[in-house]
């Protein structure tokens, strides 16, 4: 597989007349010329004492032209961008179950790169995100103006992890998998993509109960269409020991409410009320458990 042929059309998905508009965005901010004092707290903070008002204003009005906002919280000079997820709290959950310091460490489905400048506290010798979207491309660009980092931005995907240039002590793989309708397969690729003893970090939307079964949906869940198979934990843990992983370990279960999941001015206008059922918070919309995720630990055997 040729991944520069892939990059080069890729990069042609950046001139899409939609996106044309988020990376005019990005360029508008060339003309802000500050030193700034960023924090790498919940809130990615990027300030400076000399800011002017009117170039608040630009970076808000240029911000919204990036919406919806998915990921994050940011501030950016007093303007808070309000995402849709509260990621900091995935982050936070996360975070006492890894150290990358020195690591070569790929993030799967990075959308607009939160979870990768959280890590660069933890001074990883490379960070690559794989995305394909050209929105959250664009988003990463306008928040690494004002970081200026390292992390390397791929707009590949999933099955091109395998045949990357380099490979990877860490990959954190987080809201993906349940996408993918082949998910062993999925897995068997991060698998390939890993140096020896590498380590993944894989989350699932899952259903309870100890048998070793998935729920596949019948045409979406929780108004998502391409939302494939929902394992129970044990489930999800044998389709890791399938792809090639041993030391498999479950870190944390969590279900999804509406301090990380909700609508934002930053956003649009549905999110986590309308995809339950009104009548009973348990359901979807469609009658299926409502959402719940599990995070597995493992390593390459």
């Known amino acids: 597989m ?9 990069e042609k998905w950046l001139l899409w007349k939609n996106i044309i508009p988020m990376q005019e965005a990005v360029k508008n901010l060339e003309v802000l010329d500050y030193d700034y004092d ?42 808070k961008i309000d995402s849709e997820w509260q990621s900091n709290k995935k982050y936070n959950l996360l975070r006492p179950y890894f ?22 506290e933890d001074k990883p010798r490379k960070l690559v995100g794989f995305d394909p979207s050209a929105i959250f ?10 970081i200026k980092s390292e992390i390397i931005y791929e707009m590949l995907g999933v099955e091109h992890l395998e045949y990357y240039e380099s490979k990877f002590d860490m990959i954190f793989m987080l809201g993906v998998l349940y ?29 309870d109960g100890d048998d070793e079964v998935c729920l ?10 391409n939302i494939y198979f929902i394992p129970t934990v044990n489930c999800f843990k044998n389709w890791l020991n399938r792809a090639g992983f041993k030391d498999i370990e479950l870190l944390e279960i969590t279900t999804t409410d509406k301090s990380e999941q909700r609508v934002t001015p ?21 009658g299926y458990p ?3 995720r599990a995070y597995l630990k493992a390593r390459k055997k």
């Not at 040729?2 to 890729?10: G, M, P, S």
């Not at 949906?217 to 269409?225: G, K, L, V």
Request: charged share 30%; net charge neutral.
């Open 216 to 225: 596949t949906p019948f045409d979406r869940y929780a108004m998502i269409p």
């Open 290 to 292: 409502a959402p719940k």
């Open 2 to 10: 040729n991944l520069n042929d892939i990059r080069k059309e890729r």
């Open 266 to 286: 930053w956003t649009f206008g549905m999110s986590l009320d309308d995809f339950r059922d009104p009548n009973d918070f348990n359901k979807t919309v469609e």
């Open 38 to 79: 960023i924090k790498f707290t919940d809130w990615i903070s990027i300030n400076s004492n000399e800011i002017k008002s009117s170039d608040q204003d630009l970076i808000e009005q240029n911000a919204k032209k990036l919406i919806p906002w998915r990921k994050g919280p940011f501030d950016i000079c007093g303007v």
């Open 137 to 146: 491309r664009s988003q990463f660009d306008f928040i690494n103006h004002f």
């Open 99 to 120: 150290d990358l310091k020195d690591k070569c460490v790929a993030d799967v489905g990075c959308n607009n790169g939160y979870y990768m400048f959280r890590m660069l």
């Open 179 to 207: 996408h993918r309708s082949d998910p062993i397969s999925s897995l068997k690729s991060l698998n390939r993509a890993l140096n020896k003893d590498g380590q993944i970090i894989v989350d699932s939307f899952i259903i």
